[in-house]
C-alpha cells in the first residue's frame, strides 16, 4: 500500500526566508505526487505535481518540489516566503487516479514578519 | 473555471443522529471523492465514486453511505453519529483517467456531534 509521511508538523519561518517542506512516499513503482496547500476555513488548492520528466516542477505563488526516485521523495521549496504563505501542506501521493488520493498528515506552516 | 459546493457549511448533530451531507458539482467531473479531516490525522477517504450511481469504499467506509444519483452530486450520510465527534468533511472530483487530472475540492463542513 502506498503512504506519505511529512515528518514535520509545524515549521515557523521569518518572512523572507526560505522554506522547505518535507515529504517521503512508499510506493512500490514511480507515482503521480502532488503538494496541496490549505487556507484557513477554505477546501484544498493544488500547487504543484510530478508525472514524469523534469524532476525539478514549478508550480504557484514562487513555489517549487523536487523529485528524487532514490530517495523517495518530494520536496518542496520557496526561496522568499510572504507572511499570506501560512497555512497548511500537505503532500499526496496517487498510484491509481480513481482511488483518489493518499495524503501525508500535513505540515502547518507559521510565516511572521 | 467550475466550483465544488458543500452544504451545509456547518453541522450540529446528536449522538446517534443520522446526518447528511451534499456536494456538487459544475466541473463535469466523472469521479468524486469525501473524505475526512482530523486535527493531526490528516485526510481520509471515506468513498469514491467513478460516474453515476457507482460507489467505491475508500479506508473509512464503516460508519458512512453515500450516494451517487446524479453526475453533479455525491452525497454523504454519517449513519449514526458519535458523540463527541468534530471533523470536516471534504468533498472533491476529478477527471478520470488521465496525466493532466487535478483534484479539485470543496470548503468543508464541520461536523459538531453534541
Known amino acids: 500500500a502506498q503512504s506519505v509521511t511529512q515528518p514535520d508538523a509545524r515549521v515557523t519561518v521569518s518572512e523572507g526566508a526560505s522554506l522547505q517542506l518535507r515529504c517521503k512516499y512508499s510506493y512500490s513503482a514511480t507515482p503521480y505526487l502532488f503538494w496541496y496547500v490549505q487556507y484557513p476555513r477554505q477546501g484544498l488548492q493544488l500547487l504543484l505535481k510530478y508525472y514524469s520528466g523534469d524532476p525539478v516542477v514549478q508550480g504557484v505563488n514562487g513555489f517549487e518540489a523536487e523529485f528524487s526516485k532514490s530517495n523517495s521523495s518530494f520536496h518542496l521549496r520557496k526561496a522568499s516566503v510572504h507572511w499570506s504563505d501560512s497555512a497548511v501542506y500537505f503532500c499526496a501521493v496517487s498510484s491509481n487516479y480513481a482511488q483518489g488520493l493518499t495524503f501525508g498528515l500535513g505540515t502547518r506552516v507559521s510565516v511572521f514578519p | ?114
Request: contains cysteine; hydrophobic residues 30%.
Open chain 2, 1 to 114: 473555471g467550475g466550483i465544488i459546493t458543500q452544504t451545509p457549511k456547518f453541522l450540529i448533530g446528536q449522538e446517534g443522529q443520522k446526518l447528511t451531507l451534499k456536494c456538487q458539482q459544475n466541473f463535469n467531473h466523472d469521479t468524486m471523492y469525501w473524505y475526512r479531516q482530523d486535527s493531526g490525522k490528516g485526510l481520509r477517504l471515506i468513498y469514491y465514486s467513478i460516474t453515476e450511481n457507482d460507489l467505491q469504499k475508500g479506508d473509512l467506509s464503516e460508519g458512512y453511505d453515500a450516494s451517487r444519483e446524479k453526475k453533479s452530486s455525491f452525497s454523504l450520510t454519517v449513519t449514526s453519529a458519535q458523540k463527541n465527534e468534530m471533523a470536516v468533511f471534504l468533498c472533491a472530483s476529478s477527471i478520470t483517467p488521465g496525466q493532466n487530472t487535478e483534484v479539485f475540492f470543496g470548503k468543508g463542513t464541520r461536523l459538531t456531534v453534541v
